[in-house]
Nanobody, 123 residues
Framework: QVQLVESGGGLVQAGGSLRLSCVAS????????MGWFRRAPGKERDFVAT?????????YYADSVKGRFTISRDNAKNTVYLQMNNLKPEDTAVYYC???????????????WGQGTQVTVSS
């Protein structure tokens, strides 16, 4: 059983930064692609970013966050990060990390999900 625990959310003013962390309780963390998704109030869950397994040399981002967000991983710590800079009010959402076999933009490609962490950006 894989458990994912996100942290690092909070309230920040527009233009500010936050770094989200997701710790996975799995012995083969390095073998899993990791993704970040978000759900804004009243909206569907949207893809944010993904990083491939092991080296993390392949990453993909949603157009809305390109150039502002960076996904990275530390396999020694079983952790994936999402550095979020120049935050905007429209980034307000619950952010979820996910683990799966493929570097994918679709939520159904992921097998395991965290409980989410709230990010609120004030204008």
């Amino acid at each position: 059983q894989v458990q994912l625990v996100e942290s690092g959310g909070g309230l920040v003013q527009a233009g500010g930064s936050l770094r989200l962390s997701c710790v996975a309780s799995v012995g083969t963390f390095g073998s899993k692609a990791m993704g970040w998704f978000r759900r804004a109030p009243g909206k569907e869950r949207d893809f944010v970013a993904t990083i491939d397994s092991w080296s993390g040399g392949i990453t993909y981002y949603a157009d809305s966050v390109k150039g502002r967000f960076t996904i990275s991983r530390d396999n020694a710590k079983n952790t994936v990060y999402l550095q979020m800079n120049n935050l905007k009010p429209e980034d307000t959402a619950v952010y979820y990390c996910a683990a799966g076999p493929l570097t994918a933009k679709k939520a159904y490609s992921y097998d395991y999900w965290g409980q989410g962490t709230q990010v609120t950006v004030s204008s």
